[in-house]
């Protein structure tokens, strides 16, 4: 099972002047998998992406594709081929042409060319599109095209640079679960960025999460969202709760401290964290849940409570969110499932007291 | 008529381009066609038209005499529009590539020749050029480089060495427009889809470059084929265009209604010559 990695990333790092926008990243992205590079606009994960389809060279550090080291080989003789994020395609071709392009610079026979075409094309569902160009359709069909473009050639990595990004956001769902399943049907190893977090959660195999050049997480989606190890990818992936805290515990069990003294219990910390330090405790709001003081079981080891005031209600269809203002001024959101519809259970202004799972509680460093 | 322009927006538009419609037409069209019309006249004594029709002008004008110096004329205009894009092309390339800031500093330096008066400029390739007294063989020779002075004034060489030098700039600018808006991420594509350098440029810089070429190769073929400054300077007499031949029939000659002949012809020849370029250029670039 210990097969090679379809593209490695060992310690590579990319300057641009002054700027560095890959800082010593290594990922090994195994055969078959699709993988995400996930962060916001100038993480670096556009670099990261051009430096494996062969645009950018790395300043130092190696890639490998298919345990073959790249070094400074130029992109047209890279086993990889790109999805561009404006499609890029060659708009004095037909849609044919477009997609022939890379089989015919490959000096592969006319008869090999047109059956393979005919099959790229057939696969995203353009047949008889073939004459057109590329003006001619719309963005989701010119999509497609860029997608058979890449496709025709069976690359052993496919790169994609944020290609739903032009999309209006119902084609683009589609579009989504389309490429997912068209990469489960032609097994090719998927290299994806996006900067929507719920693009790549909902495609990906495993994505790592990049802010500032580093990578700062490389997980599978319920990982990352459940278990994030970093103040930023708890932040940057759905919606989370940061109350700052100060640590009075990490052995045999973590305790930490709110402003006002309450201690509440927590699942996991980072290494680096000593006792005495300040942090960050990050729970998810539908962790969280509401109880009026006579509903309360006797405290216990794994259970963390707060007492506040409930705030301010907000209700979003499937659930609705309650902020509740906690004694030493800090807020919490609990998204509580507006499951009994009768109900109407809390009211602005009364006094709640917010629990959770301790496991679901992560101490994260402040900065 | 205020009422007019406010309620009709047709009308707004008409009276906004009736000044340039009326130059155009009082001072282009209707002299084209007083040439036209020359064209078939008699010859005045003392230069003008004697109204009397006379299609010899054509046949004239279709003796060897003249025929051969259209042909030249047509040969200096493509061999001049042949080397300004071969010069153009890669110097229009290599300015896109230049950060924006020096883009622009690149291209006002393209436009510098053109605040010095066409004539002047063309004087100084005369002192360059004589072929006794030029300065380029006088210092080859004082230096011993050669012994007889070179021929490079008054023939074909420098008249179209003074064209190029003329009309390098508006092949630039077209092309250089064209590159300029080409989207970069074309070119990473076609990379990305095994293509060598040679093939980026063949099958994509190039043919969406075109548009360009033909507004660069249209601008500089049409001042050549018609250019009398410079075949008059740099020619010496001898060397002679159409050009030359046309103003001779007006100033010299008085014989306005063949002069009118042959810009009549040259006309032509343009025109074929622009459409029969524009046709095969758009059939090679896919009718982008």
């Not at chain 1, 002047?17 to 195994?30: F, K, L, M, P, R």
């Not at chain 1, 995400?36 to 494996?52: D, E, Q």
């Not at chain 2, 007019?4 to 906004?16: F, I, S, V």
């Not at chain 2, 006379?54 to 030249?72: G, I, K, M, V």
Request: hydrophobic share 45%.
């Amino acid at each position: 099972m210990d097969s090679t990695p379809a593209v490695e990333l060992c310690d590579v790092v990319k300057t641009f002047g002054e700027v560095t926008a890959v800082d010593h990243v290594s990922i090994q992205i195994q055969d078959g998998e699709f993988f995400s590079l996930l962060g916001p606009s100038g993480c670096g994960k556009t670099t990261t992406l051009r430096l494996i389809a062969g645009f950018e060279m790395p300043t130092s550090g190696e890639i490998r594709i298919g345990g073959e080291t790249q070094g400074f080989r130029p992109p047209f003789r890279r086993p990889v081929n790109t999805v561009f994020q404006q499609y890029a395609l060659f708009p004095h071709m037909t849609v044919y042409e477009n997609v022939a392009f890379g089989l015919q610079m490959q000096k592969i026979d006319r008869a090999e060319i047109r059956r393979r075409v005919g099959e790229a094309l057939e696969m995203v569902h353009l047949q008889g599109m073939e004459k057109r160009r590329p003006k001619q359709l719309s963005g989701g069909q010119q999509q497609r095209v860029a997608l058979a473009r890449a496709l025709v050639n069976r690359p052993k990595v496919l790169l994609l640079d944020e290609p739903l990004g032009a999309l209006d956001l119902k084609l683009r769902k589609a579009m989504q679960l389309e490429l997912k399943s068209l990469q489960e049907h032609v097994g090719i190893t998927f290299i994806y960025v996006t900067h929507d977090q719920e693009e790549a959660l909902t495609m990906s195999d495993r994505i790592a999460v990049m802010n500032e050049g580093k990578v700062l997480q490389i997980d599978a989606p319920a990982e990352l969202y459940e278990n994030p190890k970093h103040r930023f990818v708890a932040d940057f992936i759905g919606e989370t709760n940061f109350l700052p805290v100060k640590i009075v515990q990490l052995h045999p069990d973590i305790v930490v401290e709110l402003g006002d003294g309450t201690r509440l219990p927590a699942g996991w910390a980072e290494e680096h964290l000593r006792v005495g330090q300040e942090a960050m405790l990050s729970i998810r709001p539908e962790k969280i849940n509401l109880y009026e003081e006579r509903e309360l079981s006797p405290p216990n080891a794994t259970t963390a409570r707060v007492q506040g005031t409930v705030e301010r209600l907000v209700y979003v269809g499937t659930d609705t969110h309650h902020t509740v203002r906690l004694r030493n001024g800090d807020t919490i959101v609990a998204r509580l499932q507006n499951f009994y519809v009768e109900e109407e259970p809390w009211e602005v202004g009364e006094t709640t007291y917010a629990q959770w799972d301790a496991a679901h509680a992560r101490v994260l460093s402040k900065e | 008529m205020q009422e007019l322009l406010r309620r009709n927006p047709a009308a707004r538009a008409w009276a906004l381009i009736m000044p340039s419609l009326v130059f155009l037409l009082v001072f282009f069209v209707a002299p084209l066609f007083i040439v036209l019309i020359y064209s078939f006249l008699t010859r005045g004594k003392y230069g003008g038209v004697v109204w009397q029709f006379n299609p010899e002008n054509f046949q004239r004008a279709l003796d060897p005499l003249y025929f051969s110096t259209f042909l030249r004329s047509i040969y200096i205009a493509v061999v001049t529009t042949l080397i300004c894009l071969v010069l153009g092309y890669p110097l229009a390339y290599w300015i896109t590539t230049r950060p924006p800031g020096q883009r622009n500093l690149l291209m006002l330096a393209l436009m510098i020749p053109f605040w010095t008066n066409f004539l002047i400029r063309t004087y100084a390739w005369l002192t360059l050029l004589r072929t006794n007294t030029g300065l380029i063989n006088v210092s080859l020779m004082s230096l011993g480089v050669i012994k007889k002075p070179l021929p490079l004034f008054a023939n074909d060489f420098a008249i179209i060495l003074g064209l190029v030098y003329g009309w390098l700039p508006v092949m630039v600018l077209p092309i250089y427009a064209a590159l300029e808006r080409l989207d970069k991420s074309l070119i990473e594509a076609a990379q990305d889809l095994y293509a060598t350098n040679r093939h980026v440029f063949l099958r994509v810089i190039w043919p969406l470059s075109l548009p360009g070429v033909v507004a660069g190769s249209m601008l500089v073929f049409i001042p050549a084929i018609g250019s009398f400054v410079t075949p008059a300077i740099l020619g010496g007499g001898k060397s002679l265009m159409i050009g030359n031949i046309i103003s001779n029939q007006f100033l010299a000659a008085h014989d306005w209604p063949f002069g009118s002949a042959l810009s009549t012809l040259m006309m032509l020849v343009m025109l074929l010559g622009t459409l029969i370029y524009f046709r095969s250029a758009l059939r090679e670039g896919g009718g982008v």
